[in-house]
């Protein structure tokens, strides 16, 4: 493992890809490796796919991993895209275990717009950003002020009785076989649906189908945000991944030698003749 750089593995309901990541540079360190996403995409299976990236590379230090569904205290709760035995699994611990590293565990909307706010198209803005992921589903994550509300998954807001993913996402336009034309129009329908309720300075167009994004942003019209693709494209969430893993180390670091410092102080006062006793002590 290099100095300054953090394992970033993307979970995605067709691929699983990952790289070592330069956080200096928000860049991947060497060529990403992918998988296929297995189908059915079960934990125990997925699980290995991801271990066969990280082996890849021969790594031994830090991962973070992203999954698209809400995570929760690094628990999958929801897992749309996924296998439902995914739902309410303590993922973290499973990766953990089988990886035999450390792991953190993040939406993966939530880590690309992470990696877009801090190296790519939402640098630099205060006002409210929205990252959106269209791929096998439609993921977001929203910014204001530079921070992060997690786990929005907007690509789940109903649109003409559907789930917005079922008819706006990459997929949808596979499935349907749809014109770049005609997928714009309901993009363009979502995106409109997205401004009423929120009203971003920015929409930051994420996920495979960005590397394409000359074929249908100029089609989108009647949107007052500025709509913009992912200056790290399909990238961004190796990168986000990686960030999380290490904002979560460093942060334990800080925690435990916050710990330690403070440990003699209250040694000293617990033999202090006069040191309160708390209430209920030894009970």
Known sequence: MSSGQVFGVDIGGSGIKGAPVDLARGELAQERHKVLTPHPSEPDTVVAAVKEVVGHFGWTGLVGVTFPGVIADGVTRTAANMHRDWV?????????????????????????????????????????????????????????????????????????????????????????????????????????????????????????????ADKFLPLIEGVRADLVPAELQNNAGIVGAAMAASLRANATSTADATSTAHAPLAANAATTPNAATPPNAGA
């Open 88 to 212: 309410g699994l303590d993922a973290t611990t499973l990766l953990t275990r089988e990886l035999g590293l450390p792991v953190t565990l993040i939406n993966d909307a939530d880590a690309a717009g992470t990696a877009e706010m801090a190296f790519g198209a939402g640098r630099g803005i205060d006002g409210t950003v929205i990252v959106l992921t269209f791929g096998t589903g439609i993921g977001s994550a929203v910014f204001t002020g530079g921070r992060l509300l997690p786990n929005t998954e907007l690509g789940h807001l109903e649109l003409n009785g559907h789930d917005a993913e079922h008819r706006a996402s990459s997929r949808a336009k596979e499935d349907h076989d749809l014109s770049w034309k005609h997928w714009a129009r309901r993009v363009q329908e979502y995106l409109a649906h997205v401004e009423m309720l929120f009203s971003p300075e920015r929409f930051v167009i994420g996920g495979g189908v960005s590397r394409k």
